[in-house]
């Protein structure tokens, strides 16, 4: 059924979870179904590894080195995301269109995509800490306004 859907694809987008190691290893499989589905194709397409979810380095299980190696191995396009904040996204999808096009992208282009974040430290004293009412732990709760 898979091959219905990638029929006449220019691109395939293997995504993943960097939370989420099962994902990772599923890949190889995924690779290798969508390669035997598009091998009598005129052109192959090209094919790009995206790491999702990188908001949550803290829960990150695949590290980066293992990404690129994976990449490198089988001759993926690599990118890195966060579909929930946006970070990347645009970008990752102009590279894209920009190597089926066979165009390269400047710096400047590329940098245009970067969302600026800027963040005030602020020190509070220990005793004004929130703290979450739904918990027993005595840590004190993040927040960002």
Same mark, same amino acid.
């Given at each position: 059924?898979?091959?219905?859907?990638?029929?006449?694809?220019?691109?395939?987008?293997?995504?993943?979870?960097?939370?989420?190691?099962?994902?990772?290893?599923?890949?190889?499989?995924?690779?290798?179904?969508?390669?035997?589905?598009?091998?009598? %194709?005129?052109?192959?397409?090209?094919?790009? @590894?995206?790491?999702? $979810? +990188?908001?949550?380095?803290? /829960?990150?299980?695949?590290? &980066?080195?293992?990404?690129?190696?994976?990449?490198?191995?089988?001759?993926?396009?690599?990118?890195?995301?966060? %579909?929930?904040?946006?970070?990347?996204?645009? @970008?990752?999808?102009? $590279? +894209?269109?920009?190597?089926? /096009?066979?165009?390269?992208? &400047?710096?400047?282009?590329?940098?245009?995509?970067?969302?600026?974040?800027?963040?005030?430290?602020?020190?509070?004293?220990?005793?004004?800490?929130?703290?979450?009412?739904?918990?027993?732990?005595?840590?004190?709760?993040?927040?960002?306004?």
């Amino acid at each position: 059924m898979l091959d219905k859907y990638i029929f006449g694809a220019d691109a395939v987008m293997l995504v993943y979870d960097v939370a989420n190691t099962a994902s990772f290893d599923n890949l190889e499989d995924w690779l290798e179904v969508c390669k035997a589905a598009l091998a009598g %194709a005129e052109k192959p397409p090209t094919f790009a @590894l995206v790491a999702n $979810k +990188i908001d949550l380095e803290h /829960l990150r299980a695949i590290k &980066s080195d293992k990404h690129h190696k994976f990449a490198q191995e089988n001759g993926l396009l690599t990118y890195a995301v966060s %579909a929930k904040t946006g970070e990347g996204v645009s @970008l990752c999808l102009q $590279k +894209i269109a920009a190597d089926l /096009l066979g165009i390269r992208l &400047s710096k400047q282009e590329q940098e245009q995509q970067q969302m600026v974040v800027k963040a005030e430290i602020v020190q509070y004293r220990e005793d004004t800490l929130p703290r979450n009412p739904n918990s027993a732990s005595a840590s004190a709760v993040c927040s960002i306004m």
